[in-house]
């Protein structure tokens, strides 16, 4: 049975308040696998007002901690690779193991560029200048030797 594909805002599933739909395929059976419904004006409205305000709170967010929420996000990701794979061979035709192939070589990809984001900002925090300072003041007070 076809499934219904509504809309994900404001970190929540709704079916939203356009009217129309429209058909969602398996390109490689020709079957309708879905049934997806179009986004109204108001939709994408109450979408970038939601964007908007976790922009924000994104943005007060250290890079260090950001580097870790997406690191979890790709660790997730792989854990669940099964699904994903899924989920991308029935929307777009794909043989399931090309499907996990690509899901696993995107997660390690950016897993080891947040990785080296982690490590320079790491670096980065050990050697800002308040950091140094702390380090002379530790040393002056005897706790470096």
Sequence with gaps: MPSEIGHYIDGQHQAGKG???AAVFNPATGSQSGSLWL??????????????????????TTPLRR????????????DR?????ALISAEHGK???????????????KYRQ??????ILSGLVKNSPASRV???????????Y
Aim: aromatic share 6%; hydrophobic share 45%; charged share 30%.
């Design 19 to 21: 009217t129309r739909s």
């Design 39 to 60: 986004s109204s004006v108001a939709d994408v409205d109450d979408a970038v007002a939601s964007a908007a305000g976790a922009a924000q709170g994104w943005a007060d």
């Design 67 to 78: 580097s870790r929420i997406l690191a979890r996000f790709l660790r997730i990701a792989e």
């Design 81 to 85: 690779s099964d699904e994903l794979a």
């Design 95 to 109: 043989v399931f193991s090309d499907a996990k192939g690509e899901v696993l070589k995107t997660a390690q990809s």
């Design 114 to 119: 947040i990785d080296k984001y982690i490590e």
């Design 134 to 144: 702390k380090n002379i003041v530790d040393m002056g007070a005897g706790k470096g």
